[in-house]
Every structure is written in structure tokens, then in C-alpha cells.
């Protein structure tokens, strides 16, 4: 095998070495059934237990109690923009938006092609530098739900409290730190999140439903776009992603296994303070984007001051196994995107070339 390179790709994004390997390892002969798992009926019995299983570790990963459904659906995060008002909106209702990034901006265009939704807060003005801080917004009392993106993958922010939207639902986009971090589900009626940050391969979207929420899906939506379809069938409505639902169901048990996400939390913060240290540090050589307060753990976006030398950092960065680091294009700069499976040697790596090209180019 070649050597394998340091992924900071913001996703697809790195998995975990050894899911990988079992994953290599059953790939021809699942579970001695001389088939592959690509290959068998996801009515098969021995499927239907990975299907299961994935569900149940899910479920207990998050503490996650009986009025919560775990689904698995298709057509990534973007289409949950468009079935979140479609299930959860009732006709005539308004929803609330908070826009602070590209991801979010793109929930509130889908969600008012059908309908009504407020956007009582952007942070566009300052180019998505930060998100609200806890209070800084008044929620609609009679919003159907409140909507928001925990973490944005392009401008490098992120939530660090859960919104107190009173008796309105939270509906929140995880699709880029959820299991990063524990959360309370309470305040929550639905979360979602494609699988290909931190959970997976891309293929397949969690969604993490209260049973009050689903129970509004309108009896006239098509069957696989109804939660309350999907949640009855157990996510079996129809053939259902097999491979990416299997290959999330181990990363959840090596999760399980190391402790849980209050172990996950404590490794990203320490690979986030290393990694932002060494920018705070550079004496501006290197500009952070997000406000202090509002710096993601998972994606860390900042800029050169010469940005002419931008484009020079991520070829060299990649010739030194460093992968996956230029901006996104609608922003340009770096990205270093450290999800779970980056390991704080990865981090490291980095932080030792950040030092190397500023010795050499400030």
C-alpha cells in the first residue's frame, strides 16, 4: 500500500484506519456467508442485523430514549432542506431560519419555495464570521420549528450552545460535527446529518426524529419522503444505502467502544487549541476567519497575509502528504477540516509544516 496521506478534506473526509481495514477484510466474504455485503437482499437476515444494530448504536451513542427514530435516508443533507418543511411545516405555519453560512442559506431558499419562513438572523454582513451567541435572538413563539446549522463546514463556525427556542422545536443541520461532541436531545424534534464528515461514506443521511415531529409528515407525501413512512418501516420502506449504513455502523462502535463522545470532545478541543495556537501565534502570518467565540472545532478556515502565496502553501502542503487543505471555492483560502477520524499526530504534522513555510516565506 502506498503511504497514506494527511486527509484534511472537509468531505468525503477521512475514516478511521481501522474501519477501513475490517471493512477490507469482509469485503469478499461477509460473516461467512461467501457473499459480500454489496452483493446480499437487505431482507437478509444477516443485514438486517448490521441495519438494526447501526440504529440501536446510534440511538445509545446519544442517550437518545424510545420517542426518538433513527432513520437512514438518501440524497444527502440537501434534500433534508427540502423534507424538513415538507414534513414539519403545516400548511399555512411559518418556520424560523438563522442563516450563518452557505449550507444554511441554501435550507431557507428550499424551504420557501413551498411556503412561508423568517430569517430573524443572518451574519452575512460580516462575511459569516460567527454565529449568535446564546440570547442574541428572539424566536417566533408560534414558529412550527426553529432551524440552524450547528457547524459550517466554508466560513469555519460553529455553535458552542444549543438555542433556547422555548416550546418551539429544534431542527439542526449535525451534517458536520454531529458525534463530535455530546448533546441533549430534549430541546431537539429533529437533527440531521450526511454520513461523509464524521459517521461514514457519503450515501447515506442520518435523521434523528421525535416521534411529535414525525407524526406531522401529511399523508400525501410520497411514501420515501414521508418521515412518518420511513420511521414505520424502520427505514426499510425501500432498499436502503446497505454499504454506507454498514460502514456507519462500525465507526458508532469504535465510538462506543473508546469511551463515548465525551472522549471524542476532549481529543477535538485538544487538536483545535493545537492548530488554532499556531495561527494565533504566527504574528499574522497566518488570519484566522471565525470570531473567537465562534471558531469551529471541526473546520479550521484561515488566510495568508500575502494571499498570493496561498496557492504555493496548499501545493506544497500536498507535496509533504498533506491532502484536502484549499478553502472552499466560493471563499478560497485554507481549510483544514479535523473531523474525529484526524488523529492529533495529523494535527501536528500540520502545525510543524504551518511553522516550516512561515520561516521560509514570512
Given at each position: 500500500?502506498s503511504q497514506?496521506?494527511?486527509n484534511?478534506?472537509?468531505?468525503p473526509?477521512?475514516l478511521p ?12 466474504d461477509?460473516?461467512?456467508t ?6 446480499m437482499?437487505?431482507r ?8 438494526q444494530e447501526?440504529m440501536?448504536d446510534?440511538k445509545?451513542?446519544l442517550?437518545?430514549s ?5 432513520l ?11 423534507l424538513?418543511?415538507?414534513n ?5 405555519a ?8 452557505n449550507?444554511?442559506?441554501l ?5 420557501r419555495?413551498a ?6 438572523w443572518?451574519s452575512?454582513?460580516?462575511?459569516h464570521?460567527?454565529?449568535p451567541?446564546?440570547?442574541e435572538v ?15 463546514t466554508?466560513?469555519g ?6 438555542p ?6 429544534l431542527?439542526?443541520?449535525?451534517s458536520s ?5 455530546p ?6 424534534g ?8 464524521n ?14 415531529l ?15 413512512k420511513?420511521?414505520?418501516?424502520a427505514?426499510?420502506l ?5 454499504f454506507?449504513?454498514?460502514i ?7 465510538l462506543?467502544a473508546g469511551?463515548?463522545l ?8 485538544s487538536?483545535?487549541a493545537?492548530l ?6 504566527s504574528?499574522?502570518?497566518y488570519q484566522?476567519?471565525?470570531q473567537?467565540?465562534?471558531?469551529s472545532?471541526?473546520?479550521v478556515?484561515f488566510?495568508?497575509n500575502?494571499?498570493d502565496?496561498e496557492?504555493v ?9 498533506l491532502?484536502g ?6 471563499v478560497g483560502?485554507?481549510?483544514a477540516?479535523?473531523y ?5 499526530e495529523s ?16
Amino acid at each position: 500500500m502506498s503511504q497514506r496521506v494527511h486527509n484534511f478534506g472537509a468531505g468525503p473526509a477521512a475514516l478511521p484506519l481501522d474501519v477501513l481495514k475490517r471493512v477490507q477484510a469482509d469485503l469478499l466474504d461477509f460473516e461467512s456467508t461467501g457473499m459480500s455485503i454489496l452483493e446480499m437482499s437487505h431482507r437478509s437476515k444477516v443485514y438486517d442485523r448490521v441495519h438494526q444494530e447501526a440504529m440501536a448504536d446510534i440511538k445509545t451513542l446519544l442517550g437518545a430514549s424510545d420517542d426518538y427514530e433513527v432513520l437512514f435516508m438518501g440524497g444527502g443533507a440537501r434534500t433534508q432542506f427540502a423534507l424538513v418543511p415538507m414534513n414539519l411545516r403545516p400548511s399555512g405555519a411559518s418556520a424560523d431560519y438563522w442563516t450563518t453560512g452557505n449550507w444554511s442559506r441554501l435550507a431557507i431558499a428550499e424551504a420557501r419555495k413551498a411556503g412561508e419562513a423568517r430569517e430573524p438572523w443572518s451574519s452575512e454582513e460580516t462575511g459569516h464570521d460567527r454565529v449568535p451567541q446564546a440570547g442574541e435572538v428572539e424566536v417566533d413563539p408560534a414558529a412550527a420549528y426553529l432551524h440552524y446549522t450547528s457547524n459550517n463546514t466554508v466560513a469555519g463556525t460553529q455553535y458552542h450552545h444549543v438555542p433556547d427556542a422555548g416550546d418551539v422545536p429544534l431542527v439542526c443541520d449535525m451534517s458536520s460535527d454531529i458525534f463530535s461532541r455530546p448533546v441533549d436531545l430534549t430541546p431537539f424534534g429533529l437533527i440531521y446529518a450526511g454520513a461523509q464528515k464524521n459517521l461514514g461514506p457519503a450515501g447515506v443521511t442520518v435523521v434523528i426524529v421525535r416521534r411529535d415531529l414525525w407524526e406531522r409528515s401529511p399523508a400525501s407525501l410520497p411514501d420515501t419522503l414521508s418521515y412518518a413512512k420511513m420511521a414505520a418501516k424502520a427505514s426499510l420502506l425501500n432498499t436502503p444505502p446497505v454499504f454506507a449504513i454498514y460502514i456507519a455502523g462500525l465507526v458508532v462502535k469504535k465510538l462506543l467502544a473508546g469511551g463515548g463522545l465525551g472522549e471524542v470532545e476532549a481529543r477535538n478541543n485538544s487538536k483545535a487549541a493545537t492548530l488554532y495556537g499556531a495561527i494565533d501565534g504566527s504574528e499574522g502570518f497566518y488570519q484566522g476567519h471565525a470570531q473567537t467565540a465562534s471558531r469551529s472545532l471541526m473546520n479550521v478556515t484561515f488566510r495568508l497575509n500575502q494571499q498570493d502565496l496561498e496557492p504555493v502553501f496548499i501545493a506544497e502542503a500536498a507535496e509533504a502528504g498533506l491532502a484536502g487543505l484549499k478553502g472552499h471555492r466560493s471563499v478560497g483560502g485554507i481549510r483544514a477540516s479535523i473531523y474525529n477520524a484526524i488523529s492529533a499526530e495529523s494535527v501536528a504534522a500540520l502545525v510543524g509544516f504551518m511553522g516550516d513555510f512561515q520561516r521560509r516565506h514570512g
